[in-house]
């Protein structure tokens, strides 16, 4: 049973512009959810972080400003907006959600989070 898919990646010229969906099951909304990428070689790393009724959002500072987080819990879908996107952008990306319910904020590390979804790839050509 998939309980997160992600969906949206492309290859797209530097610069230009990208939104990824995730798609969580109906349950998953009493939950943060996040965005995580791994690129070729590297350890997979925080992108993004939304609090349960979206209300706070969290952002590496690699993509500060240039990626909007949301989530739509009626529609069972958070989405990340990408811009301004970068060769150094180029990775598959993963939506995930946190472990267990806390207070704690922001989450960050990926040992706080579980049920990933397959992952969706973004290629930036420069």
């Known amino acids: 049973q998939v309980r997160l898919r992600e969906s949206g990646g492309g290859l797209v010229q530097a610069g230009d512009s990208l939104t990824l969906s995730c798609v969580f099951d109906q349950s998953f909304s009493r939950y943060v959810l996040g965005w995580f990428r791994q690129a070729p070689g590297k350890e997979r790393e925080f992108v993004s972080a939304?609090?349960?009724?979206?209300?706070?959002?969290d952002y590496a500072d690699s993509v500060k400003d240039r990626f909007t987080i949301s989530r739509d819990n009626a529609a069972n879908t958070m989405y990340l907006q990408m811009e301004s996107l970068k060769p150094e952008d180029t990775a598959v990306y993963y939506c995930?959600?946190?472990?267990?319910?806390?207070?704690?904020?922001?989450?960050?590390?990926?040992?706080?989070?579980?049920?990933w979804g397959q992952g969706t790839q973004v290629t930036v050509a420069s």
């Open positions: 995930g959600k946190e472990r267990r319910i806390t207070t704690s904020w922001p989450v960050r590390s990926e040992s706080e989070y579980d049920s």
């Open positions: 939304v609090s349960r009724a979206g209300a706070l959002t």
